[in-house]
């Protein structure tokens, strides 16, 4: 490694004090067959698999350190092979992202992928073969020091294997881009980059790893390492040939960068550099240049880290993985209730949806009511349904699915169902006066203990339980649609909620797997009334004469999954109606309601677009019903317009106490309406615009958070 790297590398590790650093072990041992004596590294960092091995500044050095030992041991002919492994269940997972949030020059990220690659390609530069064992977890740098081997193995238990880069805001930046599509070819190699980074980060499983051809060989979980070191020896004494088939370097390869740009183009609408730059330097690989390569990747990744799309990346990964798993607000979880039986009023699909995933996460009886028994019937028949495609799929056995289908009942009478349940949700029809009709009827049968929760998207938690006995007994317990997929419930506390219901509200979204997020009793809580703020203003501006290509098109920028109308159509009409209606009654001067929208509704019509061409275009009945004013916007002032109602939105709900901070409300976004992780849910994108200052005279969120540190 050169001294100004290897200095670079030592400056990088002062600014990051905190690194937890990853040891790099050598041990030796005698291959079978009698094929030689072998170094084998270890990678560790001292903890358990649930602290999974990095590399910072300081497990580089590591790494390079055990390499100058076994480089000099290969040079002096010691040794026959090199090989590198992991801990338990940890291969390993890239770059430390702790210490890329620290970094504040250039120089200083340039030095990190400098320093990444001067380590990994010593790998491919030593004097006798080597060989990549993945066992368990490999991302990122993780994957990428694996690809400057000779070979590689994967265990058929590996339960996660990615290039996650451009999902952050980042490019492969120690070897990725330019080793992976000379080894698989631009097609595979574009798949695993760009389409599973932006298709939410999707993983791959050691048998598909190997199916790609990235790995050469694969072995059972339980003896991994020994069959492992069986296959490298027969490998040295040339009894297993590896071959790998020859990569097309002619116009498959530009048609694998062609179809990248498209898949990136369709997920962030050219909103976020990062595929893009990674396409750059997959096509620049065609050449077989693996230097020109490598130095490309050292100039996206210092670019890519000094800008604002990492630090949005790495602002939303931290609120997924940290923030979610601590809600703020949330009341000492010893107060919690043990929950040994769930109640749900309604049969209806959304009910229906809830009854499965308690059913499932919690494995306690869980017991639907409704108005006939028609509707029960149904509600437990799709829940039987949903446990056979489960058992179809060997998601589980036949024992559990007898187990879990012998778990749900339906029941008309309410006495019956529910005197021994101790939570009780609602999803029935969202009206008020039928919500407290339901929580009266529950309360007079249900035990003292038991929590009553609603599923309701924007009406009152307090109005609901006006009428109890014991009102603090009430919370709200808000999922997204489609249940099974959306992480996010905002648990909403009520006026009289006591910490009681709300500790046993947190400890059951916690054992459903969901990411809990605390809102006050405020009309439609947190993501229902920023997407209704951002409807309801392109709606504002097509009603006004804008036409609607032009308010659609003017919001690709922000590189969302969908446009609003199509989200639209999702939601359903009649929904997203109801909600701008409830809304405009609690702020009128905000919140308009579209008479275009109502017409559409009572129309009967499901959506403003019909797909008889494979893609929307605008259905001539709905454009029919449209009457519109004469004033046209530019998309330009369509998005401008829009992003200050945001801003103005988010900015008044952060004063009322609606969440603790800013980042509560980035979380419900990007978890409860798939706003994009690049760009760190909302608030960060409209700091970096500009638009926070704009509208409310100051930034959401503080320096270094989600931005370069000053």
Known sequence: MSTTTAELLKGAAELFPDEVVTSAHVRHLDLPFGAGRFALITLDNGFDHTKPTTFGPGSLANLNAALDQVEKEAADGEIVGVGLTGKPFIFAVGADLKGVELLKKHEDALAI?????????????????????????????????????????????????????????????????????????????????????????????????????????????????????????????????????????????????????????????????????????????????????????????????????????????????????????????????????????????????????????????????????????????????????????????????????????????????????????????????????????????????????????????????????????????????????????????????????????????????????????????VVNRILTRFMGEIQNVIDEGTPVEVAEKAIEPLGLPMSPLVLLELVGPAIGLHVSETLNRAFPDRFKVSPNLKAVVEAGKRGFYVYDSGKPELDPEVAALLKQGDSVLTETQVRDRVLDAVAEEIGIMLDEGVVAEAQDIDLCLITGAGWPFHLGGITPYLDREGVSERVTGKKFLAPGVASVPA
């Not at 952050?168 to 698989?184: F, Q, R």
């Not at 690989?285 to 210092?302: N, P, R, T, W």
């Not at 028994?373 to 489960?390: A, P």
């Not at 919370?475 to 009681?500: C, M, Q, S, W, Y």
Request: charged fraction near 25%; include cysteine; charge should be negative.
């Open 113 to 525: 992928g400098k320093g990444g690659h001067e380590v990994f390609k010593r790998l491919s530069g030593l004097a006798v073969p080597t060989f990549a064992y993945y066992n368990g977890a490999a991302m990122g740098g993780g994957v990428e020091v694996g690809l400057h081997c000779s070979y590689r193995t994967v265990s058929k238990a590996l339960p996660a294997f990615s290039l996650p880069e451009v999902f952050l805001g980042l490019v492969p930046g120690w070897g990725g881009c330019a080793l992976l599509p000379n080894l698989i070819g631009a097609d595979k190699a574009v798949s695993v980059i760009i389409e599973n980074s932006l298709n939410q980060n999707k993983q791959l499983k050691g048998q598909q790893v190997f199916d790609l051809g990235i790995a050469d060989a694969i072995f059972e979980g339980a003896d991994f390492l020994e069959q492992s070191l069986i296959w490298t020896a027969q490998v040295l004494k040339g009894d297993v040939t590896v071959e790998r088939p020859e990569v097309d370097r002619g116009e498959a390869w530009d048609q694998a960068v062609a179809k990248g740009r498209f898949i990136a183009d369709d997920k962030v609408h050219g909103a976020a550099p990062a595929a893009y730059r990674a396409l750059d330097i997959i096509a620049a690989a065609k050449s077989g240049d693996l230097q020109a390569g490598f130095d490309a990747e050292d100039q996206a990744l210092a670019d890519l880290i000094m800008g604002g799309e990492l630090r949005a990346g790495i602002y939303s990964f931290n609120l997924v993985q940290k923030r979610a798993k601590r809600p703020a607000g949330a009341p000492d979880k010893n107060l919690a209730r043990p929950v040994t039986k769930v109640g749900v009023v309604g049969a209806g699909l959304m009910a229906s949806q809830l009854a499965l995933l308690f059913l499932r996460r919690l494995e306690v009886p869980v017991v639907l009511t409704d108005i006939d028994q028609e509707r029960i019937d149904k509600g437990v028949g799709y829940v039987h349904g949903e446990i056979d495609k489960l058992l179809g799929k060997g998601r589980i056995n036949q024992d559990k699915a007898n187990r879990l289908k012998a778990l749900v009942t339906g029941v008309l009478d309410k006495a019956e169902g529910f005197a021994d349940a101790d939570f009780i949700i609602e999803a029935v029809f969202e009206e008020i006066g039928v919500k407290q009709q339901v929580f009266a009827e529950v309360e007079a049968v249900a035990p003292a203990h038991a929590i009553l929760a609603t599923n309701t998207s924007s009406l009152s938690v307090t109005e609901m339980a006006s009428k109890l006995q014991h009102p603090e007994r009430v919370v709200g317990f808000h999922f997204f649609n489609p249940v099974a997929i959306l992480p996010l419930l905002e648990i909403v506390r009520g006026e009289k909620t006591d910490d009681a219901a709300l500790a046993t509200a947190f400890g059951v979204a916690k054992k459903l797997k969901k990411t809990a997020v605390l809102t006050k009793d405020a009309p439609a809580f």
